[in-house]
């Protein structure tokens, strides 16, 4: 069964739940009135996320929330009742016991559906690394999530559409951040405050290896490789005092660009998602042809490597 989905992106301010729900639920009207099923926000697209890496365990307990029962998955469970459109958005979660993670959620009209937590998490270092891939069910597709990093690791894709994931929903606050890779770095601000004189100039940074260059390294062949559409997410504008790129979008199974957010402003663009791309394109053959038994010890091997490394200000 075909299924419409949206990505959007839109610039969030640091710690105002109320002001960045306002427009979550501004663009899930707008989404729904145009026929879309669901709708799909960044990572943290509720509290906001850069300015994170400076708050205290303390303070970042203060924003986050238990879920289900926080207000903001009650608020996201009104808007999806409303409008009567899935919703996926992000926001900061803490347990019972005060640990803290990064979490990812889906709702609808009949509350949560789905809760990730983020297995690489860097931003602050009381964040509790997730342990499992999360798989559920959108009107009979079955879905993933993995949150900005986790991506970047591939087994996690795979292990992801191994469970059965069709549809992969990645939320991100990426690129335009320093990095060891040639051409990255941040965007000057001053450019998004002049865009409405200059927009050419903002986008050329933007458009570059600071921004969707880097991207369309890697994003288009985490769908093809798998034979799995990717739902991309992230903010544009200002997120604390860096500034992200937006380019939204939606990738198919052949690893093609079906819609992308190219606005400066708060948007969203959509795309019909049909089931005969899964076994059409070549990751279903890929997927099939696998030979396990060589490589199984090779990829569960251990390595030395820290999990709890904190990247501030790295390209992710």
Same mark, same amino acid.
């Given at each position: 069964?075909?299924?419409t ?11 105002d739940?109320?002001? *960045?729900?306002s427009?979550? =639920? ?5 989404a729904?009135s145009?026929g879309s099923?669901?709708? #799909?926000? %960044?990572?943290?697209?509720?509290t906001?996320y &850069?300015?994170?890496r ?18 903001? $998955?009650?608020?996201?469970?009104? $808007? ?5 459109i899935?919703i ?7 347990d019972?016991?005060? *640990? ?5 959620? /889906?709702?609808?009209? &009949? ?7 983020k297995? %690489?998490?860097? @931003?602050?270092? %009381?964040l509790t ?5 999360? #798989?559920?069910? @959108?009107?009979?597709?079955?879905c993933?999530?993995? $949150?900005?990093y ?8 795979r ?11 990645m939320?991100? #606050?990426?690129m335009?951040t +320093?990095?060891?890779?040639?051409g ?8 998004w405050?002049?865009?409405?004189k200059? +927009?050419?100039?903002?986008?050329l940074e ?5 921004g ?6 890697w994003? +288009?062949?985490?769908?093809?490789d798998n034979?799995a559409?990717? #739902?991309?997410?992230?903010? @544009? ?12 979008m939606? $990738?198919d199974?052949f690893?093609?660009i079906?819609? =992308? /957010?190219r606005?400066?402003?708060d ?7 049909? +089931? ?5 394109? !070549? !990751? ?10 060589l490589?199984?010890d090779?990829?569960?091997?251990? %390595? ?9 200000d790295?390209?992710?």
């Amino acid at each position: 069964m075909n299924i419409t989905i949206s990505t959007a992106q839109f610039e969030n301010k640091s710690g105002d739940k109320d002001y *960045n729900l306002s427009v979550i =639920e501004k663009l899930s009207g707008q989404a729904a009135s145009r026929g879309s099923d669901v709708i #799909v926000f %960044h990572e943290c697209s509720i509290t906001g996320y &850069t300015f994170a890496r400076k708050l205290s365990e303390e303070q970042l307990l203060d924003i986050a929330e238990i879920i289900p029962q926080g207000k903001s $998955i009650r608020k996201l469970q009104e $808007i999806a009742g409303r409008h009567n459109i899935t919703i996926l958005a992000g926001l900061f979660e803490k347990d019972e016991d005060n *640990n803290l993670f990064k979490a990812y959620v /889906c709702v609808d009209k &009949t509350g949560l559906k789905a809760k990730y937590r983020k297995l %690489h998490p860097f @931003i602050n270092p %009381h964040l509790t690394p997730g342990n499992e891939y999360c #798989v559920f069910d @959108i009107s009979g597709w079955k879905c993933g999530i993995l $949150i900005c990093y986790d991506n970047n690791i591939i087994e996690n894709v795979r292990a992801t559409k191994l469970l059965g994931a069709d549809i992969i929903f990645m939320p991100h #606050v990426t690129m335009c951040t +320093p990095s060891t890779r040639p051409g990255a770095g941040f965007v000057d601000p001053a450019l998004w405050n002049n865009r409405k004189k200059d +927009p050419t100039s903002l986008r050329l940074e933007f458009n570059g290896m600071k921004g969707r260059g880097w991207l369309m390294k890697w994003l +288009p062949a985490r769908a093809y490789d798998n034979g799995a559409y990717i #739902v991309f997410s992230n903010p @544009i504008g200002m997120d604390d005092d860096q500034l992200k790129n937006g380019c939204s979008m939606i $990738i198919d199974p052949f690893g093609d660009i079906i819609a =992308e /957010c190219r606005s400066f402003d708060d948007s969203f663009e959509t795309a019909l998602i049909t +089931p005969e791309k899964l076994v059409e394109a !070549g !990751g279903y053959r890929y997927m099939q042809a696998r030979r396990p038994d060589l490589y199984r010890d090779i990829i569960g091997q251990e %390595h030395s490597s820290e999990q709890k490394v904190v990247w501030l200000d790295k390209d992710i």
